[in-house]
């Protein structure tokens, strides 16, 4: 069974930073692009970044320079560390693999 579970949501101030973690399972991790997408209240889902098999990073425009993603495929892992938090960053942080994978979502809120 595919697992993608994302941990590391919460209240952040603006300017602050979070940490957002994904643990994958049930799929070969290391064939498969890593990317975050999110969905803001009211709104579409956005691209936020991604990493692909080999390590290369894309982002969105909105994140470059403020979010880093990584991944660790020894344990099977994607990160997103969020610095400069605004508040139109809060929304439902979604780990996906390979486009296909999705999991559950985890609430990034950003407020003072």
């Known amino acids: 069974e595919v697992q993608l579970v994302e941990s590391g949501g919460g209240l952040v101030q603006p300017g602050g930073s979070l940490r957002l973690a994904c643990a994958a399972s049930g799929f070969p991790f290391g064939k498969f692009a890593m990317g975050w997408v999110r969905q803001a209240p009211g709104n579409g889902l956005e691209w936020v970044a991604l990493?692909?098999?080999?390590?290369?990073?894309d982002y969105a425009d909105f994140a470059q320079g403020r979010f880093i993603i990584s991944r660790d495929n020894v344990e099977k892992r994607v990160y997103l560390l969020m610095n400069d938090l605004l508040i139109e960053d809060t929304a439902v942080y979604y780990c996906?693999?390979?486009?296909?994978?999705w999991g559950q979502g985890t609430q990034v809120t950003v407020s003072s």
């Open positions: 996906v693999a390979g486009g296909i994978h």
């Open positions: 990493v692909s098999r080999l390590g290369r990073h």
